[in-house]
């Protein structure tokens, strides 16, 4: 019976994808749709579900709506192709959120012990073209690991099948710089056009072929790096980045490709980057699409505590981002926005995600450098994804997800404003790398701070100071609302 209703929703889903498609041209009855859909959003995500906590679920409403918003605005600027708007419709809202969504539920059904993550982030090289301090991959022009094309071609058909995964992430070393078997980035992305991808990029090599290539492919946009203004962004990137960035984001305006900025926030910049200045200019001017704020982690090059914001600091930014979001700007504070997830995503959470780097290594996140499988390895033994997603430490990290918010009742949820088992409960994470056997750090950076005991005690004073401050407006603002 819940297998027909499905069934049913989603052909509703897409006799309304079709009609937006068909008026696509008619901007004016855009306009009223989408004004439609918001009424009929709220009322699915807010109104209809009482048991949840309402705060939360205004932000995941403001986030669809901004999107929706964000699309008009940008097809009557013409800074995004109405090709590129039909192809990513069909991609990101069919495929992704409409199909490979109501397909999971039906896995789930089926089984009980199922996970099912939405997608992978894939790092295919380890080369890059800038020499950032604080890196967290530690990539530069020297490195020469990368996946080889047959296996990041597999893992991305691999998801689609096991898991109803058709949404990527590639990030790096330098995506735009891998090349092999004779193919590149672009070549990925063609071959799996039933996929969306997202690709964070320094963009400096995005040049008139590629964004045209990337306009006529129609599933692909760059979340292109900046931190801050031309100061702050050439100060960590090198001397003449921001103006090659801003001619990059030119570029992708002229050929309607929609593009992102991915920032990183330390103690110097933060409050530049969560300004009304900063938004201005780079959504209103330069015609961003969307942008994921970064917290400043200490793993990678040079690592130090000392760059990180304070906890004074990541709540002033909480409340700013709020704002932004209810403004209409989908600029998603990474680490903070955990109420829109419902925590944290690592480890192949339903609805979350895993990470491959560019040797193969399987790790829960991005941010967790440590790994125990290696994808590579397991093609070789005739294994697939699964095998990672069910060993012991994914799973340990899921249930320490599930006790601490995901499984709980609204009203029991442990504060999502702290989501992070490695950034916001260190003590987690260090116990269950410490638990687990065969776990290896992915580079010497990740060894280091294994073995730094001030860097673990110095997290974990971190992370009480955090609660300090930010408990109580979990307590009073977000549980109290559940
Ligand atoms: S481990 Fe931390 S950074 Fe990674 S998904 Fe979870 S909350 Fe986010």
New binding site residues.
């Given amino acids: 019976m819940a297998m027909i209703s499905k069934s049913l929703k989603k052909q509703a889903w897409s006799d309304f994808i079709d009609a937006v498609l068909w008026i696509a041209h008619k901007r004016p009855v855009m306009r009223f749709l989408i004004k439609n859909a918001e009424k009929r959003l709220w009322k699915s995500i807010v109104e209809d579900e009482p048991d949840s906590i309402r705060p939360a679920q205004e932000l995941k409403f403001y986030f669809v709506r901004n999107l929706l918003r964000t699309t008009e605005n940008h097809l009557r600027k013409g800074i995004m192709d109405t090709s590129v708007f039909r192809k990513m419709v069909k991609v990101f809202v069919r495929n992704v959120f409409v199909e490979d969504i109501t397909q999971r539920e039906i896995l789930m059904e089926e089984r009980d012990d199922a996970v099912s993550p939405c997608f992978i982030v894939l790092s295919p090289t380890h080369k890059c073209n800038l020499l950032c301090p604080g890196c967290y991959a530690g990539s530069e022009e020297s490195r020469k690991t990368s996946l080889p094309y047959w296996v990041a071609n597999r893992i991305i058909k691999e998801k689609v099948c096991l898991w109803h995964s058709r949404f990527t992430v590639i990030s790096g070393g330098e995506p735009f710089l891998w090349n092999s078997e004779g193919k590149d980035l672009l070549d990925l992305v063609k071959e799996n056009d039933d996929n969306f991808f997202m690709v964070y990029t320094n963009g400096t090599l995005i040049n008139e072929r590629i964004a045209e290539k990337m306009a006529e492919l129609g599933n692909i946009t760059p979340a292109i790096s900046v931190e801050g203004f031309e100061e702050s962004t050439d100060k960590r990137r090198g001397k003449g980045t921001f103006k090659k960035v801003l001619d990059t984001f030119r570029r992708l305006r002229e050929v309607g490709v929609p593009f992102g900025i991915s920032v990183q926030a330390t103690k110097d910049n933060w409050d530049e980057v969560s300004s009304d200045e900063f938004l201005k200019f780079y959504f209103d001017e330069q015609g961003a699409f969307y942008g994921w704020l970064f917290q400043y982690m200490p793993i990678g090059r040079s690592y130090t505590l000392q760059d990180m914001v304070t906890p004074e600091e990541r709540l002033e930014m909480f409340r700013r981002n709020v704002i932004a979001i209810r403004r209409g700007y989908n600029y998603i504070d ?2 903070n926005q ?1 109420v829109m997830t419902d925590g ?3 480890a192949g959470r339903n609805g ?1 995600y895993m990470y491959i780097d560019w040797a193969g290594n399987v790790m ?5 450098p440590y790994y125990k499988d290696n994808i590579i390895e397991i093609y070789k033994r005739g294994g697939t994804l699964n095998d990672v997603l069910y060993s012991d430490y994914f799973r340990k990290i899921r249930e320490w997800q599930d006790e601490y918010a995901y499984r709980r009742p609204p009203s029991q949820k442990d504060n999502l404003i702290l ?5 916001d409960h260190h003590d987690v994470i260090y116990s269950i790398l410490n638990e687990s056997p065969r776990i290896s750090p992915c580079d010497n950076f990740a060894r280091e701070c294994l073995h730094d005991r001030d860097y673990h005690l110095n997290l974990i004073e971190y992370d009480e100071r955090l609660r300090q401050v930010i408990d109580p407006v979990w307590e009073s603002e977000y549980k109290r609302a559940a």
């Avoid at 829960?364 to 967790?368: A, R």
């Fill in positions: 990474f680490w955990g944290c995503l690592a979350g829960p996140c991005v941010f967790i989501p992070c088992p490695i950034r």
